[in-house]
């Protein structure tokens, strides 16, 4: 399993984040939405919605989990085996790329997530895997992020691997959807107010 790496990044960089998202097709920053109660995510057995943008013609929602093991290829050459959570891996991040037309969630496209700790300048990224769990398809990976603070996000999906109808020729350019999200004492206090 490809692991996310922890690098030094400044505040600047969730800027550049944003705008590189906004260049990619979502409309705008998102809005914040406080939440009533905290909630722990990395004990959390469903996904936490952390926001859902519009972007490149489809939906993009982001949530965090509990993180776990997964089930999938490993090693090389690459056999099934049980990928097992590492004492660091707090949650499982889910993207879920949609297509608003058929309510479908879209499958073969490589998803990256990238998120910067805002308080603190360090930086995650990684390579979503494609899965298959409780809530059906999705990406995702286990990550500990990068501690509480305030975190700019940013997920990509690329242009899905299937072939198209010629009447229904869309998705041709990556999209990427940014995220607003809040740990306090390991707990999301704030989150992306979900775009229809």
Same mark, same amino acid.
């Given at each position: 399993?490809?692991?996310?790496?922890?690098? =030094?990044?400044?505040?600047?960089? !969730?800027? @550049?984040? /944003?705008? =590189?998202?906004?260049?990619?097709?979502?409309?705008?920053?998102?809005?914040?939405?406080?939440?009533?109660?905290? @909630?722990?995510?990395?004990?959390?057995?469903?996904?936490?919605?952390?926001?859902?943008?519009? &972007?490149?013609?489809?939906?993009?929602?982001?949530?965090?989990?509990?993180?776990?093991?997964?089930?999938?290829?490993? $090693?090389?050459?690459?056999?099934?085996?049980?990928?097992?959570?590492?004492?660091?891996?707090?949650?499982?991040?889910?993207?879920?790329?949609?297509?608003?037309?058929?309510?479908?969630?879209?499958?073969? &496209?490589?998803?990256? /997530?990238? &998120?910067?700790?805002?308080?603190?300048?360090?930086? @995650?990224? $990684?390579?979503?895997?494609?899965?298959?769990?409780?809530?059906?398809?999705?990406? !995702? /990976?286990?990550? $500990?992020?990068?501690?509480? $603070?305030?975190?700019?996000?940013?997920?990509?999906?690329?242009? +899905?691997? /299937? !072939?198209?109808?010629?009447?229904?020729?869309?998705?041709?350019? +990556?999209?990427?959807?940014?995220?607003?999200?809040?740990?306090?004492?390991?707990?999301?206090?704030? @989150?992306?107010?979900?775009?229809?």
């Amino acid at each position: 399993m490809r692991k996310p790496v922890l690098l =030094a990044a400044t505040v600047i960089g !969730a800027s @550049v984040l /944003f705008a =590189a998202a906004i260049a990619a097709g979502q409309s705008s920053e998102p809005k914040v939405k406080v939440l009533a109660t905290p @909630v722990d995510a990395s004990k959390a057995e469903h996904g936490v919605l952390v926001g859902r943008a519009s &972007a490149g013609g489809m939906l993009i929602q982001l949530e965090l989990e509990f993180g776990h093991g997964m089930w999938m290829l490993m $090693g090389s050459p690459a056999k099934w085996m049980e990928h097992r959570q590492l004492p660091d891996e707090l949650y499982h991040v889910e993207v879920k790329p949609i297509d608003p037309k058929s309510k479908t969630r879209i499958p073969y &496209a490589d998803v990256t /997530f990238e &998120a910067i700790n805002k308080d603190t300048g360090k930086k @995650v990224k $990684g390579s979503l895997h494609p899965m298959w769990g409780g809530s059906g398809l999705h990406y !995702a /990976f286990n990550s $500990g992020l990068a501690g509480d $603070g305030t975190y700019a996000a940013t997920v990509t999906v690329g242009v +899905p691997t /299937f !072939a198209r109808d010629l009447d229904d020729i869309r998705w041709m350019e +990556p999209a990427t959807g940014i995220f607003h999200f809040k740990l306090a004492g390991g707990k999301l206090t704030e @989150v992306s107010e979900p775009e229809d």
